[in-house]
């Protein structure tokens, strides 16, 4: 009988095509996704050297970092000189190595992580990795995701493989259930919020618990997109009926014959009784509150109910980090975090770009006007979008006086047009709250899209439960 | 890649912690479809004002460090994207070694693909060396891979561990993927079981 394993371990083991003495492994790849900004030096170092994409079937390409939101970018002279230059390399990139492409005319393209799963891409068990840090979104599906840089993009095209030592194991627990207004991406801003954000640096996290399994996959997917805000490899959460119910009918997930092999096998994929983990942390999702960021980490997290925090209050080398932060946000110790007032709203990216996220947007919106100089809503792909549109979301949005976007990356990361200006203060659904990553100078503040909403509404930032008339 | 072997040089101070990749390259850079010509715009935002002028007080604007090949930086260096064009720009610039108490993995992996070596040290020791890199050009810091060691101006070392594949491709500046190709049966094997046992996948 073999030792209890962690669904980690499963995946792990499961992907082992070769393990050297000195633990040194190479791993099986079953996904490859690539997008624009990543992947150019990798096509171009094959070409040098001669190599083909050993898998083109695995590989899946589509532009997002760069492409615009706007109506008419089908037309490349509304991108930038170098912009178009990157996004016409994939396109040429895509044709030459003869890999899987959804380019910016296509209704399925989005961002990388939000096309994967929709289209079936990404399955349970399997191993994806992506040039791009939030890859780890796909462990929603108790799929192995993580990102890779430039040089392992190269490698897996050319091997489908990656030169790989293990990560040991973590568990975050999120016991009990969230209480109204709560979300998943409370719940992931709170984590990291306790762990830090290299507490989880040489991990591979498993999040389980009731308020997990209570989430919806596109909940998940916002819990495991952000691993890697904690430091994490990547984020797991073990497949049940619910994934199993999301990946059926997907236009490249199996079906018929395959399909029953499929289940079986997934039904697998759960952590062994008894199984050891490196490090557990524990919160209870009764506990756990909506939550803003206030400083430029992702470990700067604090319940809407608090104040701004006095850098004197922390230790070591965070002192000094926390006065840059308040200093680049423009915050004094003591303030009400609700006293923020806010000039742009963002709704979209990979961590909270998918349709539950726009409808609990909406449910906040309806009827409602916005207070904000501008905001916009970018949905994750061309077909959420199109949901969106079908199920009445998009003029609610239009309505309260968002601008209703094409899908992208957008002010997540400001690589395209959508950027902040200098000391623009924005509430933001997307995932980094960095010194200038929404733009130079510009102002973060990372939340779920129901506090964004509500920001949008009041002008300042606000606790959701006030507009959904919860007690607090 | 560039071997990595001995290396005796000035260390630029950045105490800092979570220094991220956006601050190493800012996004507008990622725009270049090659691996070179970084070095101009690392730091980018907190070494230039936004009319392209130098900030004076920024450690590799200062004549001591602009030619500096080691940094000595705060917790978690290199959290956030997994740009490699973060270890493009510290190369081009002629940073060849990183030393910090921890670093993001994604960054700390694509440094060894690029010939720069990260070096995980305790907090006391990287408190002494980052004291020492305050010396400015006089403190000269070696750092030597095979013998795994860290030696500060005033001759103390300090040892750190690094994992034993890694440090044999940067010693010998070796190219993972020929290495891997070698490797090809193995590959070719698996496929052929796993068709077999995830034919789905």
């Known amino acids: 009988m073999t030792a209890p394993r962690t669904l980690y371990d499963k995946i792990w083991d499961d992907h082992v095509v070769h393990e050297a003495e000195d633990g040194t492994c190479l791993l099986y790849i079953d996904r490859h996704l690539v997008h624009e900004v990543t992947s150019p030096q990798a096509f171009e170092g094959l070409r040098m050297a001669g190599r083909k994409v050993r898998a083109p079937d695995k590989t899946i390409a589509v532009p997002d970092h760069n492409v615009p939101t706007t109506q008419g970018r089908e037309n490349p002279d509304q991108m930038p000189e170098e912009s178009r230059i990157q996004v016409a390399a994939l396109d040429r990139n895509a044709r030459d190595f003869g890999i899987h492409y959804y380019p910016v005319t296509d209704i399925r393209q989005g961002i990388v992580h939000i096309v994967g799963p929709e289209q079936g891409w990404t399955l349970p068990g399997m191993t994806v990795v992506c040039g791009d840090s939030h890859t780890a979104t796909h462990g929603a599906f108790g799929a192995l995701a993580h990102g890779i840089g430039t040089s392992e993009v190269e490698h897996v095209l050319a091997t489908q493989t990656l030169i790989q030592k293990k990560s040991k194991n973590m568990k975050v627990e999120i016991t009990g259930s969230l209480r109204p207004g709560v979300t998943a991406k409370d719940i992931t801003l709170s984590v990291i919020g306790a762990t830090g954000a290299a507490g989880g640096t040489g991990y591979v996290i498993e999040y389980c618990g009731q308020a997990i399994r209570e989430l919806s996959m596109e909940g998940r997917m916002t819990v495991c997109n952000m691993a890697i805000e904690g430091g994490a490899r990547a984020g797991l959460i073990a497949p049940d009926e619910k994934t199993f119910e999301y990946v059926k009918g997907r236009p490249h997930a199996p079906k018929g014959a395959k399909w029953e092999a499929a289940l079986a096998y997934w039904k697998t994929l759960y952590t062994d009784e008894g199984a050891h983990f490196d490090k557990v942390v524990t919160i209870r999702g009764e506990d756990i509150a909506p939550v803003v960021t206030w400083g430029t980490s992702p470990e700067d997290v604090l319940p809407i109910t608090g104040t701004v925090p006095d850098p004197e209050s922390f230790t070591g080398g965070k002192v000094e980090a926390a006065r840059r932060s308040l200093d680049y946000m423009g915050l004094k110790p003591g303030m009400k975090l609700t006293d923020i007032a806010i000039d742009t709203v963002f709704i979209g990216s990979c961590t909270n770009g998918r349709i539950e996220d726009l409808r609990a947007a909406a449910e906040i919106l309806k009827g409602r006007k916005i207070k904000v100089k501008r905001a916009m809503v970018v949905p994750g792909s061309g077909l959420v979008r199109a949901q969106a549109e079908e199920e009445g979301l998009a003029q609610i949005f239009i309505d309260a006086g968002f601008e209703w976007r094409l899908a992208g990356c957008s002010m997540c990361l400001a690589m395209n047009p959508d950027q902040l200006q200098p000391g623009e203060r924005c509430a933001a659904t997307s995932n980094r709250n960095f010194e200038g990553r929404q733009g130079r100078g510009g102002r973060t503040h990372l939340m779920s899209p129901a506090m964004a909403a509500a920001a949008a509404i009041t002008g300042h930032l606000t606790d959701v439960r006030e507009l959904m008339g919860e007690t607090v | ?201």
């Open chain 2, 1 to 201: 890649m560039e071997k990595f072997t001995t290396l005796t040089g000035v260390a630029a101070p950045m105490p800092l912690v979570n220094i991220d990749t956006d601050m190493i390259i800012p996004k507008q850079f990622l725009k270049t479809i090659q691996r070179s010509g970084l070095g101009r715009n690392l730091f980018d935002e907190m070494r230039y004002t936004p009319d392209g002028q130098e900030i004076p007080d920024f450690v590799l604007n200062q004549p001591a460090y602009r030619s500096a090949q080691i940094l000595v930086a705060g917790d978690n260096f290199g959290c956030g994207s997994s740009r490699e064009h973060a270890p493009w720009a510290l190369l081009d610039f002629g940073i060849r070694c990183v030393i910090s108490t921890s670093f993001a993995d994604i960054f700390y992996n694509n440094c060894f693909k690029n010939g720069i070596l990260p070096v995980v040290l305790p907090q006391d020791a990287v408190d002494y060396l980052m004291d020492d890199a305050r010396k400015g050009a006089n403190a000269r810091i070696t750092v030597d891979l095979e013998s795994q060691t860290v030696t500060a101006s005033d001759g103390r070392t300090f040892a750190f561990e690094v994992d034993p594949f890694k440090k044999h491709c940067l010693l010998n500046g070796l190219d993972d993927i020929g290495l891997t190709l070698e490797k090809a049966a193995a590959i070719d094997a698996f496929e052929a079981k796993a068709a077999t046992l995830r034919p789905w996948a």
